[in-house]
């Protein structure tokens, strides 16, 4: 398939037209010479009716052949020719219009004038845009019948023609002339085109399923990079190819223009099934993040079947990904629940350490309360009385109970008030006769 340049203009029109008009005058002048021929008409009388004094005689010969000619028993003759051609004409008229389902006679008869004319000089042309319709082309008769005629295309559009359901051309913005019954098959708009899908319906591996905003900005493939001549250059296969791409569904068919928003959707479908809700929510490192992994791998997807349309893909983006209501207040009890367990192992945790700590205090107050007493056997011993080891046990135990009291005062306001009580008893049972230097030893 060959794809002409944007400067190729239609092939001249066949010679067979002119000939044949030619051919048609031939063939009237013959019929109406025959006709003089038979008539032999005498300009005589006609001069009597008049009352001149001359004779046909008189007259030069060209002259009087011209008035033979005009004479209206020659003319009746051409009577039957005219209104056969009328009628003939209007004949036609009728098939045009309902051939090409045309409104009025009137546009039939436009339509026919423009396929006798040599030429579409002085016509006004017929601006092209994207996306043409049916109504549009019910508009006009170039666009519904085809040419000749003149079109005119924006700097952003390009368009398709074809003759007899064949390609035939591509137009590049500018004025252009359709030859005979060149039809305009599509326009293409060459600017980045965007489509944005909301809310699209996703599931993923576990069967969960949630909401994304899906946006791709997409163009016709360029051929060369933009100039300020061409700022939207175009690759006359990738233009061929967007012409030509439908999808037919069910219920509607899909062009180059409606089909990528859905297959990127589609695939985005496939690649979020791959995907535990986890690992989309909970990423395991900064490089899987969902966001990014996903709209990479549905870029390198989608960039290949676009190409088959005839398109580039400029970008896609994937925004908003959400729950459902009943998922979110699913995955909120989940995570709560999770919470609630490590707060109760952390509160075991701690009780555990206090334990060990109560633990270790008393042991350590045994250890004391221990040695107070071995200390006060000793000084016992060395004083040599019975009573005076009574008095001296119950005062080590004291004195151990308010070191036990001072260890233990950043716990809390208790022991603040505990140690006044054990100084008081201490004092009242401290007898004389210890050794006031050792017992205020023990209280330092």
Known sequence: MSYPNQGDQPPPKAESSRLFSLLMLLFFVSFWLL??????????????????????????????????????????????????????????????????????????????????????????????????????????????????????????????????????????????????????????????????????????????????????????KQGSPPTPETPFPFDPAAVYAAAYFVRVRDDAADTWQTQPPKLAQQLLYNIVAQYKLDEILEPATASTEPYFTITKELQEKLEPELAKMGLELVSATLDHLSLPQPVIDQVVTLWQSRWEIKRHIAVADGEAEALQEIDIARTEAEIMMMQAIV????????????????????????????????????????????????????????PPYLNPQNDGGQQA
Request: aromatic share 6%; net charge positive.
């Open 35 to 220: 006709a003089h021929y038979m008539e032999r008409v005498s300009l005589d009388p006609f001069f009597t009716w008049l009352a001149l004094d001359i004779t046909a005689a008189t007259l030069p010969a060209p002259l009087r052949f011209v008035m033979e000619m005009f004479h209206w028993r020659v003319l009746r003759h051409l009577i039957p020719v005219a209104v056969g051609a009328y009628l003939a004409y209007r004949a036609v008229v009728g098939l045009v219009k309902t051939l090409y389902d045309l409104p009025e006679n009137s546009a039939a008869s436009q339509f026919l004038q423009r396929l006798r004319a040599s030429s579409v000089t002085g016509l006004s042309p017929v601006t092209l845009k994207s996306g043409l319709s049916d109504s549009d082309r019910a508009k006009s008769i170039v666009l519904q019948v085809g040419g000749p005629g003149m079109v005119k295309l924006g700097v952003s559009d390009v368009a398709v023609t074809e003759l007899n359901g064949r390609f035939q051309r591509i137009l590049a913005a500018g004025k252009h002339k359709l030859g005979r019954f060149e039809t305009i098959h599509s326009v293409i708009d060459l600017r980045l085109q965007n489509r944005a899908h909301t809310n699209a319906l996703l599931m993923t591996k576990d069967g969960i399923e949630l909401t994304a905003d899906l946006t791709i900005n997409f163009r016709i």
């Open 375 to 430: 200390e006060g056997v000793q000084l016992a011993r060395q004083q040599g009385s019975p009573s005076t080891m009574r008095d001296v046990l119950a005062l080590r135990l004291i004195e151990a109970l308010e070191r036990m009291a001072r260890q233990s005062d950043e716990a809390g306001p208790v022991s603040q008030a505990v140690l006044p009580r054990l100084s008081q008893i201490r004092r009242q049972v401290a």
